[in-house]
């Protein structure tokens, strides 16, 4: 049976329309069938449902699809136009609401969904209300915003985590804490990486997921493989949280928390603010850390509420060169691929879609570097 919001029946819905308004025949509708349905698209874990379908989905679609299949750039060019007409279709339609247009490299449309910019101290504010509390709800609502706003991690990897995929101390291991988070699957062929999530985040932060990893092991490992026992889940049960139990209502708080709490007049009810929004955030503020370690004058630019975060202290700009510059790279900064191996870090094949879509803050870091060029010249 096929559902109501099911990509086949909107395949065919959009058919019987393009037949019925275009007056396109069945040879242009076995094209346009063939250009919907090819097979690494259609292999993707989310194609089928259009309730499923995020702006990462698209752009997984954009990155894939052309270099896999090995297309011509009229191929590209015919695919991304008829998948776009399909994507206006469901939206008239009240469908797929939000979906920016997917585009191929070089394309020309730039999502401006996701640009607005959580604050470092509006994320302090946050976090610290959700340590607060030790349910098993906030806890997983806590290390959740963690990955997705430090971490750079998908909606989608952040619910697909267990046990297994959290390299960690174990209690009573001497030396410093660290904390991998393994990625092994995910919407793109380059998003197997592994995140160093005790890297991006400070050590107290760091504390509390090791203690929530700690009680879901001991609660858990006795009776299940680590495999089998969600990294967020409640704490009765070794299964996790569904997403629009745990990342909905997460994103539904911190919307509400931010609003007008910390930034007199701030308006949050015409941004696009769901979890994805945290990946935009992950990036641009790694971006401006790496850069600052080579202008620091970057920092004298924040707010003083900024600069006092954590997150620029000495130790911790020092963390994210570590987390980025990996042993094998260490001459990479000189050699100007830092944007390439944040690229890995994040997921993405390479810095085109990160500089593209991510990086919200790269034209004021690149406009206050040239102007600090032109006082020396």
Not at 88 to 112: A, K, M, W, Y
Not at 184 to 194: E, F, I, L
Not at 304 to 329: I, M
């Amino acid at each position: 049976m096929l559902g109501e919001d099911s990509y086949p029946l909107w395949i065919l819905l959009w058919l019987s329309y393009q037949s019925s308004t275009q007056g396109n025949k069945a040879s242009t509708l076995r094209t346009y069938l063939s250009r919907l349905t090819p097979t690494s698209m259609m292999m993707l874990p989310d194609i089928p449902w259009l309730t499923l379908w995020d702006g990462e989905l698209m752009e997984a679609i954009s990155e894939q699809l052309p270099t896999q299949k090995g297309w011509d750039t009229s191929t590209s060019h015919n695919f991304f136009q008829t998948f776009n007409q399909f994507i206006s279709f469901c939206q008239g339609n009240d469908r797929l609401t939000g979906i920016p247009p997917v585009q191929g490299e070089g394309g020309r449309f730039i999502s401006t969904l996701r640009t607005h910019l959580i604050m470092p101290h509006e994320a302090e504010h946050l976090t610290r209300a959700l340590s607060r509390r030790r349910s098993g709800l906030r806890r997983s609502w806590l290390i959740a915003f963690l990955l997705g706003y430090y971490g750079g991690l998908r909606a989608g990897e952040v619910m697909a985590l267990t046990l297994h995929d959290v390299i960690i101390n174990q209690p009573g291991d001497d030396g410093p804490t660290y904390c991998y988070v393994e990625i092994h699957a995910g919407k793109t062929a380059n998003a197997r990486r592994s995140v160093p999530l005790h890297l991006l985040i400070s050590p107290e932060l760091m504390t509390l997921v090791k203690e929530w990893i700690d009680r879901r092991r001991e609660s858990f490992a006795g009776q299940q493989r680590l495999k089998n026992i969600a990294l967020l889940g409640p704490e009765s049960s070794p299964l996790g949280y569904s997403r629009e139990s745990l990342l909905t209502p997460l994103m539904a708080w911190a919307r509400q928390s931010l609003r007008g709490a910390l930034t007199p007049g701030l308006e949050l009810e015409d941004i696009h603010f769901d979890f994805h929004l945290l990946r935009h955030n992950a990036i641009s503020w790694l971006v401006l850390r790496l850069y600052s370690d080579d202008y620091p004058q970057l920092l004298d630019r924040l707010s003083s509420t900024c600069r006092g975060h954590w997150s620029f202290t000495p130790a911790a700009l020092a963390n994210c060169r570590r987390a980025v510059y990996d042993v094998l790279e260490r001459d990479a900064k000189a050699r100007g691929h830092r944007l390439e191996l944040l690229a890995k870090l994040i997921g993405h094949r390479n810095s085109q879609t990160l500089t593209h879509h991510y990086t919200h803050v790269l034209g004021e870091i690149h406009g206050e570097v040239l102007l600090e060029l032109m006082k020396r010249r």
